[in-house]
């Protein structure tokens, strides 16, 4: 990885970090009227993947989608707006937070039932197939989709096809409270899994940012190349609670201990300090990343905050398509 | 030119080739669109003509099925896709429900999903509880969708013709029981526009209100009840959602009576709807109670036996317009002639 | 004793636990059963009581969760199975409409599949499309289901012991803005019979059938109007399918007004079913049109903006009642108090 | 295998075979009024599995369930009555030949939706874990099954309950007129996917009776004791067209040649020929077990077709149970 591409990544990474943690923070205020599911402690995947795809590539994305969202380019302030319910949100209101799309960079949209977004990517890469074009169409999901029989079908469909496809999982360990150990047979690899299925399949962690930018590099111009669906899955960890702005080690599902072990493994940080001990970063220089970071998304809440609700009249509109 | 008479099944066929041709991005898949019987013969040679990316074949996955459909309806593709029974597509209503249907409104409007969905209904020789839903009344009651019922051969091209060029998802019934019917079809492309319903015949002594395999049947009656002066205005409802309301309020003020015929189970059916509107809306114009005709709320049995009296038909069509008229006529001769009550017609020996 | 006041959530865990106290053969599972939430208070202690063979969490599998229960039913179990939203269910039509409502029908009623579904209707709080389908009237036409949708605490605890003794496949929807509701709740077992509805309040001007959380707002409709000296009947359906027309209709006929109220979108609705049969049998009964209020036919979009006027309440159903009575009174000092018209109450901080 | 229970075997796949040839027969005759999928050909699963099985022993199946049912020890003139749509039909006329049951041999109900009646299975297999019996549920399907979502999440909650149930898979290579090329990976092996989705699983002939027998006397203790569920392809072919009496072959989804090819491996055939060449069976013997059988078959057939109808009115009762 040059260096150019390495600081893009950090940055990515940061974006969506400082974006995730901005909506925990301003949650309280009760203006961001919708159900959040931020991604705190998983963004390498979605910086990683999200650089590495081209614009024009296509990406579905499932409730847990910020980070995807903004790892492809997705507009920031369109999508504040979009969970502060407002006109200038990228789903102009109707979607909220699960609901989100950015047709510049070919976000086709990430909805909110574990699966739903499957196939969706599927018939997406089909086009891709049938106009011969060098595409690919990304699918963002959660091990817990991987219990829901559409998976299947759709590797199934992908892999009968050969579609350009790559497979995103995000292993966090757990479908809201309930640990994998109560959903997935003890042992068993999903990648192994999807392998036998028929789809060439990795697993990795999915907070060495590095690991996943080498990975990826090397699939991508596969799966361009007609070779055939691939299927990664990260094993990462969210941070906070499965939906909303607080942090939830308390309440039983899981440890305090495991979320601080896993905390350790913070991908910025290890990534951060990486390049800090190669020299291929200041600590003026990420302080003034940050420091700019932090302004643009602030100017986005500022954005989203002054943007006008929509008038409820509107939302008897757009239910048919012209 | 009006003696072009073709089946229904041509004419979907023909329809599918018109459309295919006319614009490269519908494609055409579903289980067995490509095998031998071709979807009832609907899709006969479609894959000859345009090739194995347009036209193909599915593992049974029906609620993948659909959702490719969608993702390919966000780059810019028509697909038509189809099962061979209703009930199959029971695997499918995320995808329909929560995507298909809501796409285009929960995105703010930005995507839409133009998709065609043909649902075929299956009816006798034992089809039985899993293979003869109709079911219109779920996909009527989902704002986004649109719903779709041909009766005649004619209706079933301009209107497939409609659906795959409409920019939303469109659930497309077909009844097993007309496909063989044979009706004029005029050659060229033509479009019946969506959410038009069409009067069949007119009349002044009551508005009836049918769909699908229920037009053939008020025919039959409306000519029994014609030979004994009763005037029946038949409306064929054609799109069951968005519903044609002009057509039929005009229909009902003039008339003052409303039946509304349906092939599903009644219990919070379209029929049930209907006279609920024209209640609401019309009861002042109302001379008498509105009614309707549509099947009993239970599943379809298999045996011989047991659909004897299942599906009401013309007969019964009469004998509840004799009553709202309060008139007495005697319809022996309208009794089935044909023994076997199973079957589309003598020429059907089975297996489905 | 009438002072033992609880909320609906602990309606809804008492009577679970009363069930599975009574008859080892009760189990209960769905996603997050098991977890600190336990299913919005409702599940909670159940495994520590009960064990983990019986009260277990599940894969995110829907329509696999119900054909579990449908095969444990087949073996003699009463399973109590959830989902958090309606709309997760829909993965699961296949295994209810062709699975667990026909089993009893297509094998001649050898045997029975004792199921009771949890479905919990979301609202407010940008929910958005995908998380605040209400669906009744999907269930309500299906032949071989019953649909219960209780209204208060009392009435929580009483259907659902009913529910899960009854011997077929029961939908036993929640309102989540019920949830939270106070009222009496005795603290021993009962049951409320299925298919009977529960006139709330006595009067005589016209017939209100309200369900759910509609009958929270037409007691305060109720309440400004008989300030006003109107005097309603209020009917608090209860169970959805099969309808209790035995009251209905015994209190349409003294009244001669119908105003039904539902939580679902008003095409092809229960209301709209009402309101067909009134019309078709009570029709001379009948001193004005018959009319129904419910969520407009579109998704339900997300934003506080968009759903500011989306859930009627309270005051449409006043000012509907005075346009059927052509009566006009001020209606001003009803408008929500509350600004905060996507909370159920101003404890509700989200964020779901 | 004791000669006694090869006896039996060759018994119990004749008597499948010579009723589903009966059906074929007379199905013209126009008095079956319902759709039929013959399982002519694929016999050996449905006698080795349903003779092993015990009398208490769960079993669902799908639409292709006749030869399951006999199998299993269904009662031969209830089954008939019920094709011909009579009172004394196993499903007294509501459900017709996709919809069999007989509570006498706990054959729990075979459903005509495919993947319908797989997590029916697992229902019926958590009960046994529950009351910890020894008793197995078996699941019959077909290749085309593996295709659905709910085949995939019942593998799963059978493997995470480590359930007692056996799957038995019958390969036949189509769905309907549909090739396994069209539906499913090339050179993917289903039983390497099941194992690897996390059910201990096997493919093998499902032609050769013998080796059914004995995998399967193998692996059903295991399962009876708790060692978890086990899934078994069966490589097989149907003879008849899909649905209905007649042959296909012509129609041109598959191949006279191809036909001729399975014809030749009749898992009848096959066993008895080596039974007569090993001499534990005499031809004399051979002729009287098919007499015996075809006097059966003919009796039941009477007895289905002097069955009267149900009455019309019938079809509005059992919608609810009491
Ligand atoms: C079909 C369906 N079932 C249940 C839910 C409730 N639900 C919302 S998010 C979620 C967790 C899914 O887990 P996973 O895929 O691992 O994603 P994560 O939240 O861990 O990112 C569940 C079960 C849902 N949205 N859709
Ligand atoms: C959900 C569903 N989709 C499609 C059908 C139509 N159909 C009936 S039998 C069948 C073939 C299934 O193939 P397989 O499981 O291999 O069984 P086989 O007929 O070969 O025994 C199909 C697709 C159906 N019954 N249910
Ligand atoms: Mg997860
Ligand atoms: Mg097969």
Known sequence: ?322 | MTNRKISFVRAINEALFIAMKKEKKVICFGLGVDDPMGTFGTTVGLQEEFGIERVFDMPTSENTLTGVSIGAGLAGYRSVISHLRVDFFLLAMDQLVNGAAKWHYMFGGKTSVPITIRLIVGRGWGQGPTHSQSLQSWFAHIPGLKVVMPSTAYNAKGLLIASIFDNNPVIFIEHRWLHNQIGYVPKNEYKIPLQKAKIVKKGNDITIVSISFMVVEAIKAINFLNQHKISCELIDLRTISPIDYLTINRSVKKTGRLLVLDTDNANVSVASEIVARISMNLFNFLKTAPKMIALPDVPTPSSFGLTKNFYPGSKEIVEKILKILKKSINTNKLSNSNDLHDVPGSWFKGPF
């Open chain 1, 1 to 322: 990885m040059l260096k150019k591409e390495k600081i893009k990544l950090l940055k990515k990474m940061k974006l969506i970090r400082l974006a995730e943690e901005s909506i925990a923070e301003k949650y309280s205020d009760q203006k961001m009227r919708c159900p959040v599911h931020l991604c705190t402690g998983q963004e390498a995947t979605a910086a990683a993947i999200g650089l590495l795809l081209n614009k024009n590539d296509y990406v579905v994305s499932t409730h847990r989608s910020h980070g995807h969202y903004l790892g492809k380019g997705g507009n920031l302030k369109k999508m504040l707006a979009e969970i502060y319910g407002k006109t200038d949100g990228c789903s102009k209101g109707y979607g909220g937070s699960m609901h989100l799309i950015d047709l510049n960079v070919n976000f086709m949209g990430s909805t909110a039932i574990v699966g739903n977004s499957l196939p969706v990517g599927a018939g997406l890469a089909l086009t891709i197939k049938i106009e011969r074009s060098k595409k690919i169409s990304c699918i963002f999901l959660g091990e817990g989709c991987i219990e829901e029989g559409v998976f299947h079908e759709t590797v199934n469909f992908c892999a009968v096809h050969k579609l350009p496809v790559l497979f995103v999982c995000e292993n966090n360990l757990y479908s809201v409270y309930s640990s994998l150990l109560f959903r997935q047979p003890k042992n068993r690899s999903i990648a192994k899994m999807v392998n036998a299925m028929g789809i060439k399949s990795f697993s990795i962690d999915g907070n060495d940012v590095n690991k996943i930018y080498e990975l990826a590099s090397k699939e991508l111009p596969k799966i361009r190349s007609g070779l055939g669906p691939r299927f990664i899955e990260f094993k990462t960890y969210r941070w906070r609670e499965h939906c909303g702005p607080d942090f939830d080690n308390h309440i039983g599902y899981r440890t305090e201990k495991e979320f601080q072990k896993w905390k350790k493994k913070d991908p910025i940080q290890q990534f951060q300090t990486k390049l800090l001990k190669n020299n291929e970063i200041t600590k003026q220089e990420i302080k003034k990343i940050d420091k700019n970071l932090l302004n643009k998304i602030n100017l986005a809440h500022n954005y989203a905050e002054k943007s006008p609700f929509p008038k409820p009249s509107e939302a008897l509109k757009n239910v048919y398509a012209k």
